[in-house]
């Protein structure tokens, strides 16, 4: 299985800044994805991080707003940018490899005040 | 419509089986997963189907497959505490996720 680290686990922010999230694999996998959990709520996919050109949005979310960057293929960043109090939530960073799991960091809880 | 439903809640006495069951849209999902989600923690890969299975056993956990119905079911049997838990069913395709069941266990 894939070991996953996401920093920071939880921050809590001004509205208005700007937050990045780390993720880290500990081996190369070819998909990675971000996912937002809003309190109380499913996972909702934001985008799939692809290494070596620009990320794939899902409808409703959009790169002003959520910058991503994959240099690589063990590497991962997620921006939450221009932050508001709507934009609370955990975010969790996803891998597939070439077997079929996904699996899942422990996710950034974020709280913007 | 979403594209995986699950129920919302289910409450089990500790020791007796848990079903939490779920449906799905895409039929050209390959894999199906379940996963659990304990109080302010990450999700945690439990099992996961193969498309063309029926079942799936491992351990205490049971996947069922109704392909043609696009329904999947986990059951848990024994359930302890320690299962208290969200649990969430996820396709494959764009790793939709179901909107997750509470699992509560009562002594």
């Known amino acids: 299985s894939a070991v996953i680290s996401q920093k920071p686990s939880r921050d809590i922010c001004q509205r208005g800044t700007s937050l990045t999230i780390q993720c880290q694999v500990d081996?190369?996998?070819?998909?990675m994805f971000w996912y937002r959990q809003q309190p109380g709520q499913s996972l909702t996919l934001i985008a799939t991080?692809?290494?070596?050109?620009?990320?794939?949005?899902e409808s409703g979310f959009v790169i002003d707003k959520f910058p991503i960057s994959r240099p690589n293929l063990t590497f991962s960043t997620l921006t939450v940018s221009n932050m508001s109090p709507e934009d609370s939530s955990i975010y969790l960073c996803?891998?597939?490899?070439?077997?079929?799991?996904?699996?899942f960091g422990q996710g950034t809880r974020l709280t913007v005040v | 419509g979403e594209d995986v439903e699950q129920s919302l809640f289910l409450s089990v006495r500790e020791g007796d089986s848990s079903v939490i069951n779920c449906t799905y849209t895409?039929?050209?999902?390959?894999?199906l997963y379940w996963y659990k989600q304990e109080p302010g923690a990450g999700l945690q890969l439990l099992t996961y189907i193969f498309s063309n299975m029926d079942m799936k056993q491992d351990q205490r956990l049971t996947v069922l497959l109704n392909k043609k119905d696009k329904h999947l079911s986990l059951r848990i049997a024994d359930t302890q505490t320690g299962d208290s838990a969200i649990y969430f069913c996820?396709?494959?395709?764009?790793?939709?996720f179901g909107a997750g069941t509470t699992v509560t266990v009562r002594a």
């Open positions: 081996s190369q996998v070819t998909m």
């Open positions: 991080a692809n290494q070596g050109s620009e990320a794939t949005y």
């Open positions: 996803s891998v597939q490899g070439t077997n079929t799991e996904a699996f």
């Open positions: 895409d039929s050209s999902s390959t894999y």
């Open positions: 996820a396709e494959r395709h764009k790793l939709s």
